[in-house]
């Protein structure tokens, strides 16, 4: 029953560590008894250099177990085991807080189970898990609601808003309700907070977020007074970091309003302000690397104001920093399809697949809808320039619904003029 409340698997020192502060568990008798149950069948056991790991022969099994203990055992249990955990296993605690989380849920213990809820959450946005991360922050959040009322609270909450945004982002698209409702709470937080100038660490990703929302919606005007929103933020406060997402902000709205110098100017900021060592986690906080988004970005305004070499040198440039500097699977798989968008400007139909199908891969392996729909789109056009126009189409059609299906109405002419363009061929 005590192994049924650690889990599937557990290992013998997290058991005896347990059953020393478990009066019905007697540790002298643990061998004994664990030899039993694996010669029973009941348990498996594995020998490693650390000790001995048991694992559950079957999941009814544990089930069977658990669900024999009465709930003021199981509560006890649970709280016996988050204690031997905080206090044996302080790396186990580092690396897998969601058990720790999982354990003082368990035990009813609400107001210590939410902050290992947030932490497991933000681990698993790190490690681009983001199913994972959407999980252990939307069972934290419900944890949350239960707590008392006041500023602790709200401030708590408005760390799990500005973590789950990001999540949400990639695999729901940046225009998912969601991620709308995600931000908007994030903003409404702030303000209760009081929202001043002095304090823009958690107020500017919420600005951001919305940011990402409207101009993904094709909400142009809305998205540039957000970005310009945090320009200022970013100038009241001298804050590099601020400048920087303000500038890459304003310049992508300017490229969609098609004022393209303007966009130059502002992206080409980002550029000179990016400094790789102090603002490399903006990818994880705000949903994309600024610097390979605004290079990306360039390249394609310098490509429409006529500077054909410069844009392709950009381009190179961005792809080999992703390629070897990159750790955000999204950023690169973005940055991949931007860079598919200038060969398909060029017209060089090779590499824009070559570019897409690497960009598919990624967004596959991590679940990112709005690249996958851009790359589907991307692909399809390249197929069709080579010949394959049923093929092509279609695959074009295809990804504009997904796109459209996520909330996204960005460049719906430019895709709907590849798709024109092969139903004319």
């Known amino acids: 029953q005590l192994g049924a409340a650690i889990g599937r698997q557990f290992s013998y020192e997290l058991l005896e560590a347990v059953s020393k502060t478990t009066a019905s568990v007697d540790t002298r008798a643990l061998w004994h008894n664990l030899a039993r149950l694996v010669d029973a069948g009941l348990l498996f056991v594995e020998h490693n250099p650390r000790g001995e790991t048991y694992t559950f022969k079957h999941a009814l099994i544990q089930d069977a177990a658990y669900g024999s203990l009465l709930r003021t055992t199981r509560l006890q249990y649970h709280r016996h085991i988050a204690q031997a955990l905080t206090e044996h296993f302080p790396a186990t605690v580092k690396t897998a807080p969601e058990l720790l989380a999982h354990h003082y849920t368990q035990a009813s213990m609400m107001a210590e189970a939410v902050p290992c809820w947030l932490d497991a959450g933000q681990r698993a946005l790190r490690a681009s898990a983001n199913p994972e991360a959407i999980a252990h922050l939307t069972t934290g959040l419900d944890l949350l609601a239960d707590l008392p009322a006041g500023s602790e609270r709200a401030g708590v909450e408005l760390q799990f808003r500005l973590t789950l945004g990001p999540a949400y982002m990639a695999i729901r698209g940046y225009a998912a309700p969601e991620v709308e409702a995600c931000y908007q709470r994030a903003r409404e937080l702030r303000r209760e907070l009081g929202d001043t100038l002095g304090d823009t660490s958690q107020g500017v990703p919420a600005l951001h977020g919305l940011w990402t929302n409207h101009i993904v919606r094709a909400q142009h005007t809305s998205a540039i007074a957000l970005g310009e929103q945090v320009l200022q933020l970013g100038a009241a406060t001298n804050d590099d970091g601020l400048l920087l997402q303000g500038n890459m902000e304003v310049g992508w709205s300017h490229f969609f309003l098609g004022e393209l110098e303007q966009a130059r100017e502002h992206l ?23 610097a390979t988004s605004a290079r990306s970005n360039l390249a394609q305004a310098l490509w429409l104001l006529g500077y054909v070499d410069q844009s392709l040198r950009y381009s190179e440039e961005n792809l080999a920093i992703l390629r070897s500097v990159i750790d955000h699977p999204y950023s690169v798989a973005f940055g991949l399809d931007l860079a598919a968008v200038v060969r398909q400007y060029r017209r060089d139909a090779p590499a824009t697949r070559t570019l897409v199908d690497e960009a598919l891969a990624l967004s596959e392996a991590h679940g990112l809808v709005f690249i996958d729909a851009m790359a589907s789109i991307l692909k399809g056009w390249a197929l069709a320039q080579e010949g394959d126009l049923a093929e092509g189409t279609a695959q074009m059609r295809h990804g504009l619904a997904a796109q459209l299906a996520t909330g996204a109405e960005l460049a719906r002419p430019y895709w709907l003029c590849l798709i024109t363009e092969a139903c004319l061929e």
Do not use: I, K, Q
């Open 268 to 290: 080409e900021r980002v550029l000179a302000l990016y400094d790789p060592e102090r603002h490399s986690s903006h990818a994880f906080t705000y949903g994309d690397d600024p």
